[in-house]
Every structure is written in C-alpha cells, then in structure tokens.
C-alpha cells in the first residue's frame, strides 16, 4: 500500500488570443479561456513577441490515463 505514486504527466497547448479588427491589439480573451476550462485546460502562461505582446496563450492539463500517448505503450 506504500507504492509509488506515477508523476503527473502533462499536456500542452498554444492559443493565439483573439484580435481586434486593427489585428493588432489583442481583444479580452475571456471567451477563449473559459472554452478551454470546459475542456480541463488550465491557462499558465503566455508568450510574448520581441518588442511586447502576447503572440501565444499557454494552456496545461494532465494527461487522462484513458488516452495515455506514452512513447514506451507507442511502440509495444
């Protein structure tokens, strides 16, 4: 009963936020957020352009053990 617990593994993806008719302003992301909690997405981060602005929004979850992709059951 004293096993080990796995690690958590997870999941990634990045979001372009949404933007305003001038295409250079990003827009309130609140839609695009919320969509991806529905989904068990966590936004954590987000990555900046050079000169400043959000080029990508970063979104995290744990992989589910029901659709585990692990390289070691791939090539079995």
Same mark, same amino acid.
């Given at each position: 009963?004293?096993?080990?617990?796995?690690?958590?593994?997870?999941?990634?993806?990045? *979001?372009?936020?949404?933007?305003?008719?001038?295409?250079?302003?990003?827009?309130?992301?609140?839609?695009?957020?919320?969509?991806?909690?529905?989904?068990?997405?966590?936004? *954590?981060?987000?990555?900046?352009?050079?000169?400043?602005?959000?080029?990508?929004? *970063?979104?995290?979850?744990?992989?589910?053990?029901?659709?585990?992709?692990?390289?070691?059951?791939?090539?079995?």
């Amino acid at each position: 009963m004293g096993g080990r617990q796995e690690p958590t593994r997870w999941e990634y993806e990045t *979001v372009r936020p949404p933007r305003g008719s001038t295409r250079k302003e990003a827009t309130d992301p609140g839609a695009v957020l919320n969509e991806r909690a529905a989904d068990g997405w966590r936004f *954590v981060d987000t990555i900046d352009y050079t000169g400043g602005g959000t080029k990508y929004l *970063v979104f995290e979850r744990p992989i589910r053990s029901d659709t585990d992709d692990s390289p070691t059951e791939a090539m079995s």
